[in-house]
């Protein structure tokens, strides 16, 4: 070996070791009423879970970073995006996904309101959007049209569609929909969106 290729060999780098077996965790979630039972690896996340084992696509993968709530889905009736949290975080939890809501062929009031209202423009945001105005009517803290704008202000629309957005939530507000502890609209505090 010449001198000049000695200090080549010498300054490369060692493989890297084989990846071992993969190590897969049970988890048991019901998802849209359906009991599922699962093996999944610890870094996947409930979003691809859904979309990719599960084939549930109406959930949407925008940025993958928690900015956008294209993911919002409901998980024990609160709304989270599914990019941010692992699957295994969420065993035995129930899981609402926009397929989940409607009734058969009826659709559900907030899906019938954003059709009635033109609150969808490319449609790629309305799942979360949809799913995001359930778990806001769920938490009872939107009262006005100002506290719908504040409350969904994670879920972006990037066709710009807010103020057939907030009429859809608010005609079902209006039209009586049931909600959980219902807050006065004295109680409510600018800036305090939900994490």
């Not at 704008?149 to 990037?158: D, H, I, T």
Request: glycine share 10%.
């Amino acid at each position: 070996m010449s001198e000049s290729a000695a200090p080549l060999l010498a300054a490369t780098p060692p493989r890297p070791a084989a990846p071992g077996p993969r190590v897969l965790y049970p988890l048991t979630l019901t998802v849209n009423g359906a009991a599922h039972a699962l093996q999944v690896e610890s870094s996947v996340s409930l979003l691809d879970l859904l979309r990719e084992r599960l084939q549930l696509t109406g959930t949407k993968k925008g940025c993958d970073h928690g900015q956008c709530g294209a993911c919002t889905v409901l998980v024990d009736g609160r709304r989270i995006n599914s990019c941010l949290t692992l699957a295994l975080m969420q065993d035995g939890a129930e899981v609402q996904t926009i397929e989940g809501l409607a009734e058969g062929d009826a659709l559900h009031p907030l899906q019938q309101a954003f059709i009635a209202c033109d609150a969808l423009q490319c449609g790629y945001c309305t799942p979360g959007q949809i799913c995001s105005a359930q778990g806001l009517i769920n938490e009872g803290k939107a009262c006005s049209r100002d506290q719908v704008r504040e409350l969904m202000s994670g879920n972006v629309c990037r066709c710009g569609a807010y103020p057939q957005i907030t009429d859809a939530v608010m005609a079902v507000l209006e039209d009586g929909q049931p909600a959980r502890d219902v807050a006065p609209a004295a109680a409510w505090v600018p800036g305090t969106v939900p994490a």
